[in-house]
């Protein structure tokens, strides 16, 4: 195994500001091989996460876990069990209040929750997000969901010598 050495100059330190509201949501889990996968998407409001993290989430996962139908259905009686009022409830209520989806005002929860596949991803980083402290843990397939609010970021740029020999 080779050891790497870097010699980092003051030249190759920076700063990357990001937009006011940008997040880094990552899962991982324990795919069929029985190897961790992780993944990390970046979105810049929570309207861009409710409109993607799920899709994003979902193809992700079951690209590494075949049984989709069993996993999903674990994690709904997983949530349904121990995160009604503070999980699916909060989150029905965010959906209506906050995102402008008045037919979910009345909807019981559990019909809530199992309506859409979408919805189940989505209530797991509402979870993090507002109870958890941005990390989330379901003891199904080793299920972990982070999320991260950045501002500011330090970088390293690795190939700036590279670029000045061309």
Avoid at 14 to 36: C, P, V
Avoid at 59 to 83: G, K
Wanted: hydrophobic fraction near 40%; proline fraction near 3%.
């Amino acid at each position: 195994m080779s050891e790497k050495v870097y010699n980092i100059k003051k030249s190759n330190l920076g700063k990357i500001s990001f937009l006011e509201g940008t997040s880094f949501i990552s899962i991982s889990a324990i795919g069929d091989d029985n190897k961790r996968f992780r993944g990390v998407l970046i979105v810049r409001t929570p309207e861009e996460a409710v409109k993607k993290f799920s899709s994003w989430a979902m193809d992700f996962a079951y690209s590494h876990i075949n049984d989709r139908i069993s996993f999903h259905n674990s994690i709904v009686e997983y949530l349904i069990n121990n995160w009604m009022d503070n999980g699916i409830k909060s989150f029905q209520k965010d959906m209506y209040e906050h995102f402008g989806f008045d037919e979910f005002k009345d909807m019981d929860p559990i019909k809530f929750i199992k309506s859409e596949p979408e919805m189940v991803p989505l209530c797991l980083i509402h979870i993090a997000a507002k109870f958890t402290n941005g990390y989330f843990q379901v003891p199904i397939k080793g299920l972990e969901i982070s999320i991260r609010y950045v501002k500011n970021v330090l970088a390293i740029n690795f190939w700036e010598d590279e670029l000045e020999k061309k």
